[in-house]
């Protein structure tokens, strides 16, 4: 049974960085494309960045170009969102997940989530 437990989350100033982490277990770490999702109150689930299988290819929603990285070590089952330049709008709770199926952004191609972690920027 996968798992996802991220880490990482909390309150900072606008401007300011976060490095969110996600551990993965009980699966073939490696098989899997992993992507971050965030959720703001009142809105709807929306993609942030995914990484394929290897890390070779990613991508970010635009709103975070320049800004947030993504990247995996498969040695050690992680993936990790580096954030900077953080801003109010960046407020959500941020969710790993994890599919070995398809490149996707899509939410819905995504088989395994973890519990989410705050993510809070005030002004």
């Known amino acids: 049974q996968v798992q996802l437990v991220e880490s990482g989350g909390g309150l900072v100033q606008a401007g300011g960085s976060l490095r969110l982490s996600c551990a993965f277990s009980?699966?073939?770490?490696?098989?899997?494309?992993m992507g971050w999702f965030r959720q703001a109150p009142g809105k709807e689930r929306e993609y942030v960045a995914y990484i394929s299988a290897s890390g070779r290819a990613t991508g970010v929603v635009d709103s975070v170009k320049g800004r947030f990285t993504i990247s995996r070590d498969n040695a050690k089952n992680t993936v990790t969102l580096q954030m900077n330049s953080l801003k109010p709008e960046d407020t959500a709770v941020y969710y790993c997940?994890?599919?070995?199926?398809?490149?996707?952004?899509?939410?819905?191609?995504?088989?395994?989530w973890g519990q989410g972690t705050q993510v809070t920027v005030s002004s």
């Open positions: 009980g699966g073939t770490f490696s098989s899997y494309i």
């Open positions: 997940a994890a599919n070995n199926r398809i490149w996707s952004r899509s939410g819905s191609d995504y088989d395994h």
